[in-house]
């Protein structure tokens, strides 16, 4: 049974990830794993992460015209990705999670740079099936440890120099693969239990809610603005959480 403080947090916390996801497009499993990672765990955080983040990205995945050219071009990646995620999974099993709460708090901090520095990786556009199961199969692993498909997926994206459309929705559809092998992977680790799986269902209403806002903020704030502010904030997670593993 979930105490009523902690039901508070996660509905707050995917109002706060959801908000980020309408403004920018991406970003709620990234927040919502910082955040609960930080206060519940990094077990409980990815257990709660499925549902909300499921939702949102089958909706970016379908909401646009270039889903058969995606599945055509970027299959690699999503079946690399797979096979990185239950790899993840299965050496995370004999980890501390705390140091494991650490590499999430390294990722998010990579992430951070990153994004502040609006850096780039060019040259990837040769040899972009072998690449992209790389890089797939790298951030499925990732994800298996720590919640997160970001690092390098997002960045390989970026690298790619696609379409503003395509690659938002290019990232929904990596994002719902990246979902669903993680949600199969947990139940078949027994690191999803029904009451999780209850509470993360819920969280899909906030997520929505926190989206609806947060595409209301975009059109009045400074998207650079907003970028240092979000990307400062996780950079800030990542250190605690980093701090935590070590100490």
Known sequence: MWAPEILVLVVATFVA???????????????????????????????????????????????????????KRFWPMTIAALVGIFVGLRIGIGVDPAVLGGLLGILLCIYAITGLGKFTFAGLQKAETVWSAVMGFASGLMTGLAGVFIIPGALYLQALQLRKEMFVQTLGVLFVVATVGLGFGLSRY??????????????????????????????????????????????????????????
Request: net charge neutral; hydrophobic share 55%.
């Open 17 to 71: 990830a959801g908000m980020v996801k309408g403004v920018v497009g991406l970003g709620l499993p990234t927040v919502s794993m910082a955040l609960l990672t930080a206060t519940l765990g990094l077990r409980d955080a990815m257990a709660l992460m499925l549902m909300p983040s499921l939702a949102t990205n089958v909706w970016q995945a379908v909401a646009g015209p270039y889903l058969g050219e995606i599945l």
């Open 190 to 247: 027994e690191l999803l239990d029904g009451d999780q799986a209850l509470v993360s269902a819920a969280a899909v209403v906030p997520a929505f809610a926190g989206m609806y806002l947060g595409q209301k903020i975009r059109a009045k704030l400074s998207e650079e603005g907003f970028r240092v502010v979000l990307f400062s904030g996780l950079a800030c997670i990542g250190l605690y959480l980093i701090s935590r593993a070590i100490w």
